[in-house]
């Protein structure tokens, strides 16, 4: 069950990774501080949070059976020219029973081992109190920067993925730090 989350975020990941084989650079300078404008507010009931998102995008979500009981996997994915901007969660069985830092930790192994691509760092982070990872990692043709939290039963991860030679650091900072929980 600790691929779950990853596993539905790999799928996304490859079409996006194929692409890149195609995508010539064409740098783009940062976006000036506080031009939110071509950006949309994500607010998902059922996820229970926001985030700013390039392009309103829908809920891809799929549920499977495991040994463990069924689990659900939502997904939110945006392309721009730049890369990407993922956000999902996993709703799992009730009766599955995981280890937070152990989820966190496969969360980032699985991604990074199903991308074939090399961790660069990780750190430990919280969010209103909540255990989370961050990392970055990289492939010969794109840098990706994600957060994973654990919010009671639930994992998060918010993923960008850029092309190499693209600079989009601005958005990224405001899609991390737009993310909020909006916790009943």
Same mark, same amino acid.
Not at 52 to 61: N, T
Not at 154 to 182: C, E, H, M, V
């Given at each position: 069950? $600790?691929?779950?989350?990853?596993? /539905?975020? @790999? ?7 194929? !692409?890149? #084989?195609?995508? %010539? ?15 949309? $507010?994500?607010?998902?009931?059922? /996820?229970? @949070? ?7 995008? !829908?809920? #891809?979500?799929? %549920? ?121």
């Amino acid at each position: 069950m $600790k691929k779950v989350l990853v596993t /539905g975020l @790999f799928l996304l990941m490859l079409a996006f990774a194929a !692409k890149a #084989q195609e995508h %010539t650079s064409n740098p783009t300078r940062p976006a000036p501080p506080g031009n939110t404008s071509s950006w949309v $507010k994500l607010n998902s009931d059922q /996820g229970q @949070f926001s985030v700013l998102m390039p392009e309103l995008v !829908k809920d #891809q979500s799929e %549920t499977k059976p495991s040994p463990k009981g069924p689990y659900t996997t939502h997904l939110f994915l945006a392309k721009t020219l730049q890369g990407i901007f993922l956000v999902g969660w996993v709703d799992y069985d009730p009766a599955f029973n995981f280890g937070v830092q152990s989820e966190l930790e496969a969360n980032r192994d699985n991604f990074v081992k199903g991308l074939k691509a090399t961790l660069l760092n990780t750190t430990k982070i919280t969010m209103n109190g909540y255990p989370g990872l961050e990392f970055t990692a990289e492939t010969n043709e794109i840098s990706y920067k994600s957060r994973v939290y654990i919010v009671g039963r639930r994992p998060y991860q918010l993923i960008t993925g850029t092309y190499k030679g693209q600079d989009d650091s601005y958005n990224i900072a405001r899609f991390f730090d737009s993310f909020q929980l909006n916790l009943r």
